[in-house]
């Protein structure tokens, strides 16, 4: 059986196990950070034992060693009105932190 958890960060949920490395939406983050504590777990699984959040687990908390800001993939944005000469083109760029899963505790 496999240890693995359902986390929210950023209004987004991840499935993660440890030693995966996910990329979070960006968060403030203290300088020269290690390690960063995410405590929002909707679900964990270790072994048999299985704990379902209403709506966060309580005590149960994943620690991720800092890896760094990433920019995402460009994406482009592009608004065209026909027979108006009317054309607009965005392009955007989001920033992630990356994280690399250390471990996932249960209180």
Known sequence: MSNYAIIEAGSKQYWIEPKSVIEIELQDVPE????????????????????????????????????GEVRGKKTISYRFRRRKNSRTKRGHRQNYLKLEVKEIALA
């Open 32 to 67: 020269n950070a290690k390690q960063i504590v995410l405590e929002n777990v909707l679900f964990c699984r270790q072994g048999e034992r299985m704990e379902v959040g209403t709506p966060f687990v309580r005590g149960a908390k994943v620690v991720c060693d800092f890896l």
